[in-house]
């Protein structure tokens, strides 16, 4: 009783933060940007300004681009703050501005506090508008890229997620990662890079989302002068199709002579916007305990063995473990996916996992940061940042025999990856569908 008290008062608590957050909320086009408002009570301030497309914008000739440029827009450098100047101006404000890519879209961030935003939001304009792409910069980066890509090779954690990519998403925009290759990085100039960040940066294509105690008008004023700087464009979004790997279950073994072996698998998961996506979310936060109980604590198969749900516009589960006895903790993980579909979880057990996967999410909403992350999520992956509003009561909805209905619908065809010694895995069951 006194869990199922608590569990009524956590979501209460929930749903009034949702609710009375919503109204603190605004939304505005501004010379055709999307930007999205929200009003906080403490005194961080963070600005992210999304670029559309991600892989989408990319092809295999390409892939790296944008990554690459805009690492060196924020590193490397404006015309008006030389790069020292810029780095020491940042630091005095104790504010940082920083970019990343990834396969849906790529983010311009901002981060400081209220009293140093307006000094701030001139370095980040200047950024956005006036990078210097300045040959020594670009080719310091260049260096730093290609280092990353080939440490990736070197570890075997690293290089099972790139084999899946690659293999999984063969055809698919995803296979062209943010990161690029190394061909890629080496022969991208300058130019190419100076002439790819201003293709990008057109209004259609750009969504701003501000949390922070700040006041409306001036935010809207600062906007309206960056945008109205930029080109109208004529960005329209793509719907990605699954990939062709999602239709049947296959392996791909990657030999390598390492103590322990790395195996992960993937399957297809709902998109946010679909029917049973939250029970995908649920049932993966449920999944992950159960394999770590099974896999780690009650067998000691390894150490960190995981299991989790990627959301974006083609989304994704997989289950992960590296062990010296990879038949075994492959088995492992494959009985409890087949749980998911063939048990139905007790309405009790259902309330305490609400429970605990309500409330995490809600400490990391704490920042601001996650807010703004999840309001973007939001409006990109579903069309509209209200959506964030109706999440504690689409967890709340999810049955036990939405679980079920959901892993038999989706949790099918696993494509795996493993990493290590042929011979220290059964192969057949590498084929399980």
């Not at 980040?124 to 792409?133: G, Q």
């Not at 990605?240 to 072996?261: D, G, H």
């Not at 996506?277 to 604590?297: K, M």
């Not at 493993?418 to 569908?433: A, Q, S």
Request: overall charge neutral; aromatic content about 8%.
């Amino acid at each position: 009783m006194r869990t199922i008290i608590f569990l009524t008062l956590t979501l209460s608590l929930l749903f009034l933060n949702t609710t009375s957050a919503r109204k603190e909320i605004t939304e505005m086009n501004i010379n055709g940007m999307q930007l999205i408002f929200k009003q906080a009570e403490n005194d961080v301030v963070v600005v992210n300004l999304f670029i559309k497309g991600g892989a989408a914008n990319l092809t295999p000739e390409t892939a790296g681009i944008e990554n690459y440029a805009l690492q060196v827009a924020v590193t490397g450098g404006t015309k008006n703050y030389a790069k020292d100047e810029f780095n020491k101006n940042l630091e005095k404000l104790g504010s940082t501005i920083t970019a990343s890519s990834s396969n849906d879209f790529s983010v311009i961030s901002l981060r400081c506090v209220k009293d140093n935003f307006a000094k701030t939001w001139e370095l980040y304009e200047d950024v956005i508008l006036n990078p210097l792409f300045d040959e020594i910069e670009v080719n310091l980066t260049r260096d730093k890229i290609t280092s990353s890509i080939k440490t990736e090779d070197t570890n075997p954690d690293a290089l099972i997620r790139k084999t899946m990519v690659k293999w999984y998403f063969e055809g698919h925009p995803y296979s062209n990662r943010p990161i690029g290759t190394t061909e890629n990085i080496q022969k991208f100039s300058p130019d190419d890079l100076k002439n790819y960040y201003k293709q990008i940066l057109e209004n259609s294509r750009l969504l701003m989302v501000a949390v922070g105690r700040l006041d409306k008008k001036d935010l809207e004023k600062k906007t309206n002068a960056l945008s109205s700087k930029l080109p109208a464009g004529s960005y329209k979004d793509t719907k990605l199709s699954p990939p062709k790997r999602s239709e049947s279950s296959e392996y791909q073994i990657v030999e390598k002579p390492l103590p322990t072996n790395y195996i992960m698998g993937q399957y297809l998961l709902p998109n946010m916007n679909e029917p049973y996506y939250y029970a995908a979310l649920l049932s993966h936060s449920i999944l992950r305990d159960r394999v770590f109980e099974e896999v780690r604590t009650k067998r000691n198969l390894s150490y960190a063995p995981v299991a989790a749900m990627t959301t974006q516009k083609t989304s994704t589960g997989f289950i992960y473990v590296s062990t010296t006895n990879p038949d075994t903790a492959i088995m492992v993980m494959l009985d409890e996916l087949n749980k998911l579909k063939t048990e139905t979880i007790p309405e009790k057990d259902m309330k305490n996992h609400k429970m605990r996967f309500l409330t995490l999410d809600y400490m990391r909403q704490e920042t601001n940061a996650m807010q703004a992350g999840a309001l973007a999520a939001a409006q990109i992956y579903t069309g509209s940042w209200k959506n964030v509003a109706l999440f504690v009561e689409n967890i709340d909805k999810v049955t036990g025999d939405d679980i079920k209905t959901m892993s038999n619908d989706y949790i099918n065809n696993l494509n795996f990856v493993y990493v290590g010694k042929k011979n220290k895995v059964n192969e057949e069951i590498l084929k399980t569908k």
